[in-house]
């Protein structure tokens, strides 16, 4: 099992930027498909963006296309998205976890990372 954790939330106003990191403590992240995933309160956990293993093919939710970026850097085991003109509706916990649009399984979610954006 890859373990990972998440990091760079935070409190932003309407417009900013953050960039969120995924870690692997444990094993190498170079052979997953990843997926950034959010969840706000009262709601379900949608799909925010995905990455290939290779890093060469992207695909994003149409909420955040034009403004999130995804990447990844398999030689540190670490996978980013970038979040440009944030907007309040933006505001949820980010998770990130093999997968693609949907995650290849519902277990060992880790804490994620908050993201808040003030209007």
């Known amino acids: 099992q890859v373990q990972l954790v998440e990091s760079g939330g935070g409190l932003v106003q309407t417009g900013g930027s953050l960039r969120l990191s995924c870690a692997d403590s444990g094993r190498t992240l170079s052979r997953y498909d990843m997926g950034w995933y959010r969840q706000a309160p009262g709601k379900e956990r949608e799909f925010v963006a995905a990455?290939?293993?290779?890093?060469?093919?992207?695909y994003y939710a149409d909420s955040v296309k034009g403004r999130f970026l995804v990447s990844r850097d398999n030689t540190k085991n670490m996978v980013y998205l970038q979040l440009n003109s944030l907007k309040p509706e933006d505001t949820a916990i980010y998770y990130c976890k093999p997968g693609w649009d949907t995650p290849y399984d519902n277990e060992n979610w880790g804490q994620g990372t908050q993201v808040t954006v003030s209007s």
């Open positions: 990455i290939a293993w290779s890093g060469g093919v992207t």
